[in-house]
């Protein structure tokens, strides 16, 4: 059995923010845990307004606080976010999130990520090997 709080990975190496200051993630499951996804809570800030594209990962985002939309670039549709929405980036879908408020998410992704990543150019996570620092 794992268990961990989300204080203390906050106080860890598990908590990441982003180089370009629109969120932070506590990353609470990671691949080597060997669980088949990883599970994270992230904090979107305030009049974040950024794009992804997860090539490589699927990815569920639940909305526990705050308010916001993603877009889906493909076809410029709108979704509104606030708490109790799920969005999920079935088809690795190239997106913009943006961020009324402070957004409080909890976020799957498969395959899991190793904590390490940060979004490259294209606003993805590339796949890591567990040997790279």
Not at 73 to 82: N, R, S
Not at 92 to 119: Q, S, W, Y
Request: aromatic letters at 10%; a negative charge.
């Amino acid at each position: 059995m794992i268990v961990r709080t989300l204080s203390d990975c906050n106080k860890s190496e598990r908590r990441v923010v982003s180089p370009d200051g629109n969120w932070e993630s506590t990353r609470l499951l990671l691949s080597d845990d060997n669980m088949g996804f990883s599970f994270h809570i992230t904090t979107i800030y305030k009049d974040a307004d950024f794009q992804m594209h997860y090539q490589n990962h699927l990815e569920s985002v639940y909305c526990m606080s705050g308010e916001g939309e993603v877009e889906t670039l493909a076809d410029g549709k709108k979704y509104p976010i606030k708490p109790g929405t799920v969005y999920i980036l079935n088809k690795n879908d190239k997106h913009v999130l943006r961020a009324f408020e402070e957004m409080t998410m909890a976020c799957v992704f498969n395959p899991p990520v190793t904590g390490k990543e940060i979004h490259n150019a294209d606003g993805a996570y590339e796949l890591l090997d567990e040997a790279v620092d």
